[in-house]
C-alpha cells in the first residue's frame, strides 16, 4: 500500500535540488536585483536642482547592472571570476548604471547612462558569471563544482549575510502585561514602509483608556484624540468603526473620557501639535502635527493626508483586539508562533543598505550640481557630477565589516571553511535580533511550528542558544509578490470594503487582511480561505501566496482571513490529501525520477504545496500514508527532512538522547575534511585538509543532497570500548600507533602570510628583497637564509618560527626622525613577513600577483603535515569527544581471532550517563555494513532498526550483541569479558596539540606594565591568578608569592623621598636622585616594588592625588 | 610443544600450536608483528614532483607498499658492516620512479618503480600510488631498507597475525596473514629464530651474571 519511502525520499530530494541548499540568499539577491534596485530609484524619481528660479530637475530612469568586473589601475576594465577576486584580495562586483534625464521646465533634454558605483555580486546569483556554467567549466574557472554560492568575495574574503529572523512587520500583536493591579493590554506593530519603520504600541492601562505611541512624540497619546487628529468627529462614527458589538463599544468609555479636551480634528491635531512644537503658534503647531502623523503612524498605510482614514480603520481594529483580549473574546498572540517572524535575507538587507547609500549619493550629486551650474550656468555634464564611490564604498564597507544602517553590527560574517559541511551550514544559519544578555526564554524555545523549518537540533551551546536557527532541509523562503495585485483579486472575489460594508457583514462577515492591512470583509471567509487555495492550486494565484482562516476563538469573537503574500515567511512542502488519500500517485513519482517532470511540474499538477506557519494551522497533517484518515488534509513527504544540514549527518539519532544530537551538530563544523576542491588556488588565512577522507559506512539519505560522499570529514574506524589500563578516562581515547603509522587521520594544516609593497606619499615605497645587514630592524644573517633574489623564500624549503618568509624593505616611518642620530640620512627599515613563532612547516606554494592599487601582493601558503598525537581531539557522531590519551602500538592492542584489532578505544563510562544509543547501533551498523560491503542508511526515522541489524550481524556468524572474543595483546590470555566493539565513523577536530602547546620561563613583557605578555602567540606567561595567589597566602608561603608577583613579574625600583613620600626623579647633569618638593634635604631611598604599583602611584598623580609612600627601616 | 599444519596458501599460513602457554603464542604473534624484518621504503629523494600530491605524502605511501624481502643478502642498516647512515648495497636497495603523464589522467602504480635489484621490488603491480594530470611528472629514487614492525608499521611483514585459544585443548589455532614480503611459514620461522636468538643471548647475559 501507499508510496514507498524511497520514493517520497526522491520526491523530496528534488524539492531540495530544486530549491537548492543556498536558494534562500540567490533567490533573494536576484529579487534585489531585478525589482530591489528599480523600485529604491523609483522612490525618489525626480531629483530638483535649486539654482535660483531655474526650473531643472533630474529625472532618473532605469538602473542596470553589468557584470563582474575589475578596473586595474590604468584603467583597463576586465571581467574576473571570483578565483581570481579571492587571490588578489578584489572585490566580486559589478557596475551599476542609471539612466538620467535632466529635464528644464518641462523639456526633457537627453538621456545619459551613467556609472553610478559597483554592486557586490553574490556568487551564483543571475549575475554572477558562475551561474551559466556547467560542472566541468566551474573546475576550468578555480571554482569547486560543488560549491553552493550564496556568499559574497569583498576584498578576498569570502562573506555571508546571515538571515536575520525579525518579528513580521505590518501585523497587531496583542499581549498582556500582568505588572500592576489591573493588567495591561497591549498592541504592538512594526509598521514598515520602504526605509522606514515605526514601532506603534496601543496600550490598554489600568485607567482602561487606550493610548497610542508613536515615533516623533515622546508621551502616550489618547486613543480618541488619534482618531479625531485623523479626521473622525463623531464618537458614535468611532465606535461604530471599532465594533459592531455594543459590548466592545462600551470599553470604550474611558477613552472617551480621556479626550474630551479636544473633541474636534482641529483641537486634536493641536493636541499633537503640543506635544511637538509646544509654545509655538497654532499654525506651525497644525502643520507640525500634520506633518507628524502622516509620515510617522502607521506609514506602512501610506504618507499622505490622504491615507488617514485608511489609518484609523487600522487604529480602530487595533483597539477592537485589545478590546476583545480584554474581554476574553480573543486569545493573546504568540510572538513566537513562526506565522509572526520573517526572515530578512540578503537581499531586503542590501536593499536598506542602498537606500541610504543611494540617497547619499543623489544628495551629492544635488549639491554638485547645484555648485557647478551656479558657477558655470547650464553647461553641465552629470556623469562629471556624480561619485561613483559613495555607493561602491559604503556598501562594500558594509559587506566587508558587517556594520550595517542604523549602527546594526555582526550582519556579515566571514564564510565557515573548515569543512563543506560547516559551509553549508552557515550558508542557512538564521539569526534572532534578540539580545544575547537577556534570557528571552520563550524566544529560544523550541516551538511546534518550527516543525519542519528550522532544525530542532543544530543550535549552539550557550549564550546564543535558541537565538541562533538553522534551517531544515524541508524549508523554503518566500520571494514575495505584490499585495495590491492580490487586494484587487479579493475584491473581484466579493470581498467587501469597510467603508462599503454594512453592519450585518460586519457582525457576522469576516474581515480579511493583506499582509497586514484590511482589505475589507466577506461573507464567508472559510469559504473565501478555500476557494484562494483552490486558485493556488490551479495557478490562477502565484504559489507564493498562503491563506490562514482564523475563526472565532471564544463565543462572541470574530472570524479573520489572512492573506500573505510578503517576503521571508518559511514555509515546507506537504502532500496534498483529499478524502483521505493524498494526491500524488507513484507515477507522479516515477515520472519525477525519470526526470520528466519537475518539482514545480508537481505544484502545478496540484499534488503538493508550500504552506507557512500560518496556513499550516488550517491543517490536518498525517505523519506517515498509513495514518491517514478522512479528516487530514496534508500529509509528510519526509519526517527525516526537518533536520538541517549538521542534523541529518547523525545516524540513528532517535536513539540518542537529545542534547547529544546538538552537541554533535555544533561538533561536525569543527571536522576536518576536504572544504573545497580548489583549495590548492585558495588563500584562505588558514585551512586544514584530511589525508583520507572517507564516505561515512553508515550513512543517511539527506547526505545525497548535500554531497557528504564526495567531501566527508572523517574516517570509518574500528571501535572497541574498554577501559584499557585507563589510558583512555575521562573521555581519552587510545588509538592503534600501527594505524597512525598507516596515514589513519594524518591531516595537513596551511597558512597563508601575505606581504605587500605598498607606495608611500612622495614616491616612496616598499621593496621585496633580501635585507642588508646593518639595516634597521635586521634580524641576523640566518633568519633570511632561505630568500632567493627576489626577497621572497624558495618553495618546499623547510621553515621554523621566526623565519623570514618575504624580505620587505620600507622607508623610515617618519622622514624627519632619524636625521640627527645618523650621518647617512634616513635609511631603510626591515618589515620583512615571518613565520609565526610557534609554528612551522614547509613552504608550499608562493602567490605573486598584484592588488587592486596596482602594488606587488605576495601570498605565502605554509603546510604543516599533522599526524594525530597525544593530546590531538577526536569526535564520534553522537556528541562523544575525546582526545588521545596513549598511542598504542599494534601488539600491545588486544585482537579478535580474525587478526582485527582496534583503531580506537573508547571507554565504557563515556556511555551510560550520556545515553548515546545511536553510537552502538552505528558501531552494529558499522560492522554489519564492512562485512556485507554496502553502506548502512542509519536515517532517523527510516532505519531498519537495531534489532534488524542484530539479525543481520548473526547471520553473519558474529554474535548478534556486536560483541566478540579479543584478547590481551600483552599477554596473549583471552580477555575476561567480550568486548563490544565495531566500525564506527569518527571525525579529526581542528583543536590539536601542536597549535595548543605553550610553554615560557623568560620572554617578552608588555610594554605598558612590564608584565609578561598574554597568550601563545606572543610567548606569554601563565596566569598566576587570584585563587593561585590565594593558595599562596594560605599556605603562608610568602616567599614564593613574592617570587611570582614581584621578582618573575615587573619587579621595578623606584627612589622615594622619604620626607614627602612622593617619587623622586633621577637627573643626569647632577647625576643623582632629585625630589621636587624636599629638594636639597631630601633623603632618596631605593624601594623595589611592583611596576604596576608605579603605574598606579603615577595615575593617581595625574588625577591630582598625591599618594605618598611612607618608608620604613627593613626589620 | 606440537605444531600441526591446517592450512597453506600463498599469503596466508594456518597451523594449531599445543602444549604451550599463552605467553608463549603471545610471544610468538607479538614478534611477527614487530621483530621479524622485512624490506620497505625508507629514504625518499625526489628530485621532481609536480604532481598534486605533496612530497611527504608521497613519500609516506611509498613507504606503506610491501616490498618483496631477501634476507639472505641484507642486513639491517643498524647492523651492517658498512657503519654509514647512507647505507651500502648490503643495507639498501634503491627503486627508481620517473614518470611524466601523456595521458589527461595518468595512474603511476607500482609496477612504474623500477627496482635496482629485482629481488627487492613490490608485492604487487597495482597498487597505485600517485594520480597525474597531463605533464605531471615525478621522478624519485627510494631507497628500501629492513626494519622492525615496532619502529614503523610499514615494517610489519604481517596483515594478520593472531590466533584463538582453546583452553579446554590447550590449543592454539594460529592465522597468519603475510603482506607478501615473506611468506608466511618463513615469517613464523624467524619468529622462532628470533625467539631462540633472545633465549640465548638471555641465557649468556645471565651466565655472565653468574661469573661476576
Known amino acids: 500500500m501507499g508510496i514507498s519511502v524511497d520514493h517520497l525520499w526522491n520526491l523530496s530530494k528534488e524539492f531540495i535540488r530544486d530549491s537548492g541548499l543556498v536558494r534562500q540568499h540567490i533567490d533573494s539577491y536576484n529579487d534585489f536585483v531585478e525589482r530591489g534596485l528599480q523600485a529604491i530609484v523609483n522612490e525618489v524619481a525626480d531629483l530638483p536642482i535649486e539654482i535660483g528660479d531655474y526650473p531643472l530637475k533630474i529625472k532618473l530612469g532605469k538602473i542596470e547592472i553589468g557584470a563582474p568586473r575589475v578596473i586595474e589601475v590604468d584603467g583597463t576594465e576586465r571581467s574576473i571570476y571570483p578565483a581570481e577576486a579571492r587571490i588578489r584580495n578584489l572585490t566580486y562586483s559589478a557596475p551599476l548604471h542609471m539612466e538620467m534625464i535632466p529635464v528644464i521646465g518641462e523639456r526633457e533634454g537627453q538621456p545619459e547612462m551613467v556609472y553610478i558605483g559597483d554592486l557586490p555580486v553574490m556568487l551564483k546569483s543571475k549575475i554572477c558569471l558562475l551561474s551559466r556554467l556547467n560542472p566541468e567549466e566551474l573546475v576550468a574557472v578555480g571554482e569547486d563544482q560543488l560549491d553552493p554560492g550564496g556568499y559574497f568575495i569583498v576584498n578576498g574574503s569570502e562573506r555571508v549575510i546571515v538571515a536575520l529572523e525579525d518579528l513580521s512587520a505590518n501585523r497587531i500583536l496583542v499581549d498582556t502585561e500582568h505588572t500592576g493591579v489591573n493588567p495591561t493590554y497591549k498592541a504592538k506593530i512594526f509598521s514598515t514602509t520602504v526605509g522606514f519603520r515605526a514601532r506603534i504600541e496601543v496600550t490598554m492601562k489600568g485607567d482602561r483608556a487606550i493610548y497610542a505611541t508613536m515615533p516623533g512624540i515622546p508621551s502616550d497619546i489618547p486613543l480618541m484624540i488619534m482618531m479625531r487628529a485623523l479626521g473622525l468627529e463623531e464618537d458614535s462614527k468611532v465606535a461604530e468603526l471599532v465594533s459592531v458589538d455594543p459590548k466592545v463599544q462600551d470599553e470604550l468609555e474611558s477613552s472617551f473620557e480621556k479626550a474630551l479636551e479636544a473633541n474636534n480634528p482641529k483641537d486634536a491635531l493641536l493636541y499633537l501639535g503640543n506635544r511637538l512644537a509646544p509654545g509655538q503658534v497654532d499654525e506651525y503647531r497644525l502643520r507640525k502635527a500634520e506633518s507628524v502623523l502622516d509620515r510617522n503612524f502607521l506609514p506602512h498605510l501610506g504618507r499622505t493626508p490622504a491615507d488617514r482614514r485608511e489609518k484609523a480603520l487600522f487604529l480602530a481594529e487595533i483597539a477592537a483586539r485589545i478590546i476583545e483580549v480584554k474581554r476574553e473574546i480573543r486569545t493573546v498572540d504568540d510572538k513566537d508562533h513562526y506565522a509572526n517572524k520573517r526572515l530578512k535575507l540578503a537581499g531586503s538587507l542590501l536593499a536598506e543598505l542602498f537606500r541610504i547609500s543611494f540617497r547619499n549619493l543623489t544628495r551629492d550629486l544635488k549639491y554638485q550640481l547645484e555648485r557647478i551650474t551656479i558657477r558655470r550656468h547650464i553647461e553641465f555634464s552629470i556623469a562629471n557630477a556624480i561619485r561613483p564611490g559613495i555607493i561602491t564604498e559604503r556598501v562594500q564597507h558594509a559587506i566587508a565589516t558587517g556594520n550595517w544602517v542604523r549602527g546594526r553590527i555582526g550582519v556579515t560574517q566571514l564564510l565557515d571553511r573548515t569543512n563543506f559541511i560547516s559551509t553549508l551550514s552557515h550558508l542557512r544559519r538564521l539569526q534572532s535580533p534578540l539580545s544575547r544578555s537577556q534570557p528571552n526564554l520563550e524566544a529560544r524555545d523550541l516551538h511546534p511550528t518550527h516543525y519542519g523549518r528550522l532544525c530542532p537540533n543544530e543550535t549552539p551551546e550557550g549564550s546564543n542558544c535558541g537565538l541562533v536557527k538553522n534551517l531544515a532541509l524541508s524549508s523554503s523562503i518566500s520571494v514575495g509578490i505584490d499585495p495590491h495585485e492580490m487586494v484587487d483579486r479579493l475584491r473581484r472575489m466579493g470581498v467587501t470594503t469597510v467603508e462599503e460594508a454594512d453592519r450585518r457583514l460586519r457582525g457576522a462577515g469576516g474581515k480579511v487582511f493583506v499582509d497586514g492591512i484590511i482589505a475589507g470583509y466577506t461573507k464567508d471567509p472559510a469559504a473565501l480561505a478555500e476557494e484562494l487555495r483552490e486558485y493556488r492550486r490551479q495557478g490562477k494565484i502565484s504559489t507564493e501566496v498562503n491563506v490562514a482562516f482564523h475563526p472565532s476563538e471564544k463565543e462572541g469573537g470574530r472570524d479573520e482571513l489572512y492573506v500573505n503574500c510578503d517576503a521571508g515567511r518559511v514555509r515546507r512542502p506537504l502532500l496534498i490529501v483529499e478524502d483521505g488519500l493524498p494526491r500524488i500517485s507513484e507515477d507522479h513519482i516515477t515520472q519525477l525520477e525519470q526526470g520528466r517532470v519537475t518539482w514545480q511540474d508537481l505544484l502545478r499538477m496540484q499534488v503538493v504545496e508550500l504552506l507557512d506557519a500560518d496556513e499550516e494551522e488550517n491543517t490536518l497533517v498525517a505523519m506517515y500514508e498509513s495514518d491517514l484518515r478522512k479528516d487530514h488534509t496534508h500529509l509528510e513527504i519526509a519526517p527525516y527532512a526537518m533536520n538541517g544540514i549538521a542534523g541529518s549527518l547523525i545516524p540513528f539519532p532517535e536513539h540518542n538522547q537529545s542534547p547529544r544530537n546538538a552537541y554533535e551538530s555544533a561538533m561536525s563544523k569543527q571536522a576536518l575534511g576536504v572544504f573545497s576542491t580548489n583549495f590548492f588556488t585558495r588563500v584562505d588565512s588558514r585551512s586544514h585538509l584530511l589525508h583520507y577522507p572517507q564516505a561515512p559506512i553508515v550513512d543517511t539519505r539527506p547526505m545525497e543532497v548535500f554531497n557528504y560522499h564526495q567531501r566527508p570529514s572523517g574516517q570509518n574506524v574500528v571501535v572497541a570500548i574498554l577501559s584499557f589500563q585507563g589510558y583512555n578516562m575521562e573521555d581519552a581515547i587510545i588509538v592503534n600507533k600501527s594505524s597512525v603509522d598507516r596515514g589513519l587521520f594524518r591531516s595537513t594544516f596551511y597558512r597563508i602570510y601575505e606581504a605587500e609593497s605598498r607606495q608611500y606619499l612622495g614616491g616612496l615605497r616598499d621593496k621585496f628583497e633580501v635585507p642588508e645587514a646593518g639595516i634597521r630592524g635586521y634580524r641576523g644573517d640566518r633568519y633570511y637564509r632561505l630568500l632567493e633574489e627576489d626577497g621572497i623564500i624558495s618553495p618546499e624549503s623547510d621553515v621554523t618560527g621566526n623565519t623570514v618568509l618575504v624580505g620587505r624593505t620600507s622607508p623610515p616611518r617618519f622622514l624627519e626622525e632619524y636625521r640627527e642620530f645618523e650621518v647617512r640620512g634616513p635609511t631603510k627599515r626591515d618589515s620583512s613577513v615571518t613565520m609565526r613563532p610557534s609554528e612551522q612547516g614547509t613552504i608550499d606554494q608562493i602567490f605573486i600577483t598584484e592588488s587592486i592599487e596596482g602594488s606587488k601582493l605576495v601570498k605565502v601558503k605554509v603546510r604543516d603535515l599533522r599526524v594525530p598525537e597525544l593530546g590531538d581531539k577526536f569526535a564520534s557522531r553522537h556528541g562523544q569527544k575525546g582526545v588521545i590519551g596513549l598511542l598504542v602500538p599494534q601488539e600491545d592492542m588486544p585482537f579478535t581471532v580474525d587478526g582485527v584489532v582496534p583503531d580506537v578505544v573508547i571507554n565504557p563510562h563515556a556511555i551510560p550517563s550520556r545515553m548515546t544509543i545511536g553510537q552502538f547501533v552505528e558501531t552494529l551498523g558499522g560492522k554489519v555494513a564492512s562485512q556485507v560491503g554496502e553502506l548502512m542508511d542509519g536515517t532517523s526515522f527510516e532505519n531498519i532498526g537495531p534489532h534488524a541489524i542484530s539479525e543481520i550481524l548473526g547471520k553473519l556468524g558474529f554474535q548478534k550483541s556486536g560483541r566478540e572474543t579479543l584478547y590481551n595483546g600483552i599477554t596473549g590470555e583471552k580477555l575476561a569479558a567480550d568486548l563490544f566493539i565495531g566500525v564506527v565513523y569518527y571525525q579529526k577536530l581542528h583543536h590539536m596539540v601542536a597549535d595548543k602547546m605553550h610553554a615560557r620561563a623568560r620572554g617578552q613583557v608588555q610594554m605598558l606594565t612590564r608584565q609578561p605578555t598574554e597568550g601563545r602567540a606572543r610567548g606569554g606567561g601563565l596566569r598566576f591568578g587570584e585563587m593561585e595567589r590565594d593558595c599562596l597566602i594560605g599556605h603562608g608561603a610568602s616567599a614564593l608569592l613574592r617570587d611570582r608577583l614581584l621578582e618573575e613579574s615587573d619587579k621595578y625600583t623606584a627612589y622615594v623621598c622619604e620626607i614627602c613620600g612622593t617619587l623622586a626623579y633621577y637627573d643626569i647633569k647632577q647625576n643623582k636622585y632629585i625630589c621636587r618638593i624636599d629638594g636639597e634635604k631630601a633623603t632618596i631611598s631605593p624601594v623595589s616594588i611592583s611596576y604596576a604599583f608605579k603605574l598606579l602611584v603615577q595615575e593617581l598623580m595625574s588625577l591630582g592625588i598625591v599618594p605618598r609612600l611612607s618608608l620604613e627601616e627593613r626589620a | ?212
Open chain 2, 1 to 212: 610443544m606440537d605444531i600441526k599444519l591446517l592450512s597453506k596458501e600463498q599469503d596466508t599460513l594456518r597451523f594449531v600450536l599445543s602444549g604451550v602457554k599463552p605467553a608463549f603464542a603471545n610471544a610468538l604473534r607479538r614478534i611477527m608483528l614487530s621483530e621479524v624484518p622485512v624490506m620497505a621504503i625508507d629514504d625518499v629523494m625526489i628530485l621532481e614532483n609536480n604532481s598534486v600530491m605533496y612530497d611527504e605524502i608521497l613519500a609516506h605511501r611509498l613507504g606503506l607498499i610491501p616490498i618483496t624481502t631477501d634476507l639472505e643478502s641484507y642486513n639491517l642498516p643498524e647492523e651492517c658492516t658498512c657503519k654509514s647512515e647512507l647505507g651500502c648495497s648490503k643495507c639498501r636497495a634503491s627503486l627508481s620512479l620517473e614518470i611524466e603523464a601523456s595521458d589527461p589522467v595518468e595512474v603511476v602504480y607500482t609496477s612504474h618503480l623500477k627496482p635496482e635489484n629485482p629481488d627487492v621490488r613490490p608485492v604487487s603491480d597495482k597498487i597505485p600510488i600517485v594520480k597525474l594530470a597531463q605533464g605531471q611528472r615525478v621522478k624519485l629514487e627510494a631507497f628500501a631498507r629492513l626494519g622492525k614492525g615496532r619502529t614503523h608499521a610499514k615494517w610489519q611483514p604481517v596483515s594478520a597475525a593472531t590466533y584463538s585459544y582453546d583452553e579446554k585443548a590447550g590449543t592454539f589455532t594460529f592465522l597468519v596473514e603475510s603482506t607478501g614480503a615473506l611468506p608466511p611459514e618463513r615469517i613464523v620461522l624467524e619468529a622462532a629464530r628470533i625467539i631462540g636468538a633472545k633465549s640465548v643471548d638471555f641465557q649468556e647475559q645471565i651466565g655472565g651474571l653468574e661469573k661476576s
